[in-house]
């Protein structure tokens, strides 16, 4: 399949069964993502490059660093993620649904935490987890994002884009991510998304070579060169409606 490149502020290269390619520029963005540092690694950079073009963008954690196997600072874990946030330029929701034990809650209660918010924001563009992630918390998030984001004639959600997680969806041996879009970053913004994650530093320390400035750039340089810029982000298109 061929694959046709545009310069331009917002690259979006989307191949589907005849390839296509389809400007988009969304300015409510919703990110809904399981856990405290998921925005970061999976988009951050993208987040980061809607804010420079005028986008709104609103990140909901579905998770607070709650973790029941290991205590955990509430207060700690928030004030990480309004800095990352702050980094990155996008307003935040938190919910404290526990690490590894979303499929114990009330699946109405869980979805409805969702659909309540995009309800509320009415946002042209969703982005999230993948369905084919290694996480089951990822895997549980996705869903309720599909629920919440379902064709209806009152919905104002145009596109919805999931993203793997460095570290998390790519390790395992099976794992495969197909990417439609890629999201082309400056130096800048791939710097921005860099200095996020260093406000996470629990999650840093576990896997810093993979979480750092050098897991993150290789991973941004390796889809750049999927997709013919020097850096860039990778996603799959599970809705567009123009």
Not at 109 to 118: H, K, L
Request: contains cysteine; negative net charge; proline residues 4%.
């Amino acid at each position: 399949m061929n694959k046709s490149f545009v310069k331009s502020n917002f690259i979006a290269i989307l191949e589907q069964v005849k390839p296509a390619l389809i400007m988009f520029n969304p300015q409510r963005v919703l990110v809904v993502v399981a856990h405290p540092d998921d925005e970061v690694l999976g988009c951050g950079g993208t987040i980061r490059k809607l804010v420079d073009l005028g986008a709104d963008v609103h990140v909901v954690y579905m998770n607070n660093g709650c973790d029941l196997r290991e205590p955990f600072d509430a207060s700690v874990i928030r004030k990480q993620i309004e800095e990352a946030a702050a980094v990155l330029g996008a307003t935040i929701s938190v919910n404290c649904y526990a690490t590894a034990r979303f499929g114990e809650y009330d699946t109405l209660e869980f979805n409805s935490s969702i659909q309540s918010v995009v309800n509320e924001l009415c946002p042209d563009l969703v982005m999230t987890h993948d369905h084919n992630d290694l996480h089951q918390d990822h895997r549980k998030v996705h869903e309720a994002v599909m629920i919440a984001c379902r064709f209806k004639p009152t919905s104002t959600v145009k596109a919805v884009w999931t993203f793997p997680v460095i570290s998390s969806s790519d390790i395992s041996p099976r794992w495969a991510f197909e990417p439609e879009v890629f999201v082309s970053l400056t130096d800048k913004q791939l710097q921005s998304k860099i200095n996020a994650m260093t406000h996470y530093k629990f999650e840093l320390k576990q896997m810093a070579e993979l979480r750092g400035e050098v897991g993150i750039k290789s991973w941004a340089t390796f889809y750049g060169l999927q997709s013919g810029c020097k850096y860039a982000e990778p996603f799959r298109v599970l809705k567009m409606t123009l």
